[in-house]
Each structure stands twice: as C-alpha cells, then as structure tokens.
C-alpha cells in the first residue's frame, strides 16, 4: 500500500524555466508534508514543509502547494538551476508517527545549462 | 553543530553473515530513526528510537534490529543477511521525532554477496 506516490519518475527541465514535482497521498491522517533533496551518495537533505493548515509555503525558489481535498501537493522551483539536479523526494507525516516519514519514490531532475 | 554521522561508509557482507551499522544524531537530538532506501522502493522506515525505547516499528523482519545508547546513539543490526539487504541504509535525527523535520546522515551502503 504505497501512501504517497510520485508518479514521475524523472523530469527535465531547461535553466532559468519552472520545475514543478508533484506528490499524490492516501493517507488522510497526514498533516505535515516535507521535501528532500538527494545527490548520489549523500543522505537527503530538507528542503521545504507545509502544515495541512496551509495551502502554500515558500522559501526563495522554493514554493509548495498543498490541495488536501485532492491529496495532491507539489513543489515549484523557480528559476531551475543546474546545481537543483538530484532526486527530490515528497515525505507525508501522520502527527503520531514518531520519526516516520512515508516517502514517495522519488522524482530525478535534471535541470539542463 | 556537527550533522548526523553514520559509520561506516561502505560495507560488504556475505550471506548469512551479520552487521551492525553506527549513528550518532547531532547533539541535543534525542529522537534517532532509520530507514533504508532501495532503488525500487525507494526510502522505507525501519524504526525509530527515543531515549533509548524503540517507539515505532516499520513493515521489516526481526532480523532487523537497532537500540539506542544513553548518549543517544544509535545501532542498527543485520542479522541472517540476505542478497536483498543491499541497500543504502540512513540514519535521521531530529529533536522529539514528532512532526518535525528529520536531519539524514550520509548513509552505509551495505552490499551483500
């Protein structure tokens, strides 16, 4: 039962355009949403949240949407920079779960000079 | 502050042996969690411990286990190993590991032949 799916494998983006990565859950109990990002042969690293009392949160490049009544949410990277390109995994978390966070797959971007 | 530090970097084991795997949460973190990522399933929890209780459990074997110190550090052992185990296996930590942001350490790639 996979509670939080990206769907898209991989994306590929052009410098300087918009990414956008989407991540779709199941789990209604969820109400904090995180993203990470990870290079090769590096441990992930955060890189935004977003409370399920928010439909958007920004930090610099970084914005977040949430639609809870569509169990979607993703992440908008403006303006794509050639150092963003790594996997970028959507992790949802139910508020009791200590210290689980339940990730998607993971989408790859690659963000072309 | 120093990261979360996971020794060693690179492991590889046999069938049938065992292992133990080392973290240490940066300091004042008391909450210490694993998961294992695998090119197909991407980040999985394994479970999460929090002055020295285990208190959350992910979907893995008993041949998964892990404690923690007084310190707060943390081990993670394999035992029984199997071709499947190879996985890169990371340790997060965070201040309570309740809705709140994890901090990964880099990781022990752990092969099995």
């Known amino acids: 039962d996979q509670q939080v799916k990206q769907n898209s494998p991989s994306l590929s983006v052009q410098e300087g355009r918009i990414s956008i990565l989407n991540c779709d859950y199941t789990n209604s109990m969820f109400d904090y949403f995180l993203w990470y990002k990870k290079y090769p042969a590096e441990g992930p690293t955060f890189l935004i949240s977003i409370s399920s009392i928010k439909d958007k949160n920004e930090d610099g490049r970084f914005t977040v949407f949430l639609n809870k009544s569509a169990k979607h949410l993703s992440l908008h990277i403006v303006p794509s920079q050639p150092g963003d390109s790594a996997v970028y995994f959507c992790?949802?978390?139910?508020?009791?779960?200590?210290?689980?966070?339940?990730f998607g797959q993971g989408t790859i971007l690659t963000v072309h000079p | 502050k120093a990261g979360v530090t996971q020794t060693p970097r690179y492991l590889i084991k046999t069938r049938g042996q065992q292992v133990t795997l080392s973290c240490s949460p940066i300091?004042?973190?008391?909450?210490v969690s694993w998961y294992q990522q695998t090119p197909g399933q991407g980040l999985q929890f394994l479970f999460e411990?929090?002055?020295?209780?285990?208190?959350n459990k992910g979907n893995f074997p008993g041949r998964f286990s892990g404690r923690q110190f007084s310190n707060s550090r943390s081990e993670m052992n394999v035992s029984t190993l199997e071709l499947g185990d190879s996985a890169l296996y990371l340790c997060a930590s965070s201040p309570q590991g309740l809705n709140e942001k994890l901090f990964f350490g880099s990781g022990t790639q752990l092969s099995v032949l």
């Open positions: 411990y929090f002055s020295e209780t285990q208190r």
């Open positions: 300091s004042g973190h008391r909450s």
């Open positions: 992790g949802g978390d139910g508020g009791t779960s200590y210290g689980k966070l339940t």
